[in-house]
């Protein structure tokens, strides 16, 4: 590995040369214009690049632990296969970086800019990502063992085949955010806001959402078995084929939520509103209501069996080819009557 000074590093990448096999090990680069630099091997370990300009730069097999780049431009640079451990990013302009296949374990980036940016099988354990702009970033194949990831509204952010059980999240917020394939199972998301953020297929079993707001999300799919939703505001959400048996929904709020092919099976559901709700097909054998605002919710063709209704508002609620074998329904009366012509027409055989 040989040595260039700091002059020549600036001069090779003024010309267009690639910077290869360079040992810059505690090199002093603070302001140096490196935009458009092509970056091999080079061991910027301890370095400092403070307020560096390394725009559109490509960095391949580098290694920068310990290195400070504070108020670094790095837009639009691509570093890969390379190592950030214990790097120092804080206040670094970060707009559309790719990050692909790094160690960045226990990196600072304070108040960074990291919008559009694509971090992608990169391990993170340990990192504070704190107070960032992370707008419509994608994190892909990316480790987060004990990070943290607070104090940044999450605006059309992708986490995509991620352990996030032990990610830092305090004080964020979510909005159109989608997780693919990951693991949030039994953690705490208490009081968290969650805006048409989509779990669909996520398992989050034992995760507690108490009084979180998931209004407008998709759970399409997802694993909520035990999950706590007590006093969560979920208007407008889509829980379509979604477990949640057994799972506590005590006060929460699902106005206009469609639980089409949802197992309720177990789940409490007392004091809930259910206005306007869609359960079709639902399998709520068990399921407690009691007290719940039901007005207009519709219930076609689902499994009511051993339900408690008790209490329940049922005004003008659609039970329709419902099982409702020793369920306990006093409020009968205010729902729709049986539509016997509709069932006369769904029970016969197709015409010949």
Known sequence: ????????????VYY???VHDVDLH???LRGAALAGGMFREVDFRGA???RASLRESILLDCRLDGASLEQADLRGSMVRSSSLVGARMDGARMTSIKLVDCDARSLAAIEADIRSGNLIDTRLDQAALVGCSLDQVSMIGCSFAKAKLSNSPLVAVTFAKADLRTLDWSACTFERVVFFECKLAGRSLREMTFR?????GVDLSRVDLTNADISRCVFKGAKMAGCKLDGAVADNALFVEADLSAASLRGASLRQGILSDANLEGAVLADASLYQAILHDARCRGASFERAELTYADFTRADLSQTNFADASLTRANFHAA??????????AHALPEDAERL???SSEPAT
């Open 1 to 12: 590995m040989k040595s260039m000074t700091s002059a020549e590093v600036i001069e090779s």
């Open 16 to 18: 267009g040369i690639e």
């Open 26 to 28: 505690n090199a002093d």
């Open 48 to 50: 400092t690049l403070d």
């Open 196 to 200: 048409f953020t989509n779990f669909s």
């Open 323 to 332: 099982n409702d074998e020793g369920a306990h329904i006093p409020g009968r």
């Open 344 to 346: 006369a027409a769904e």
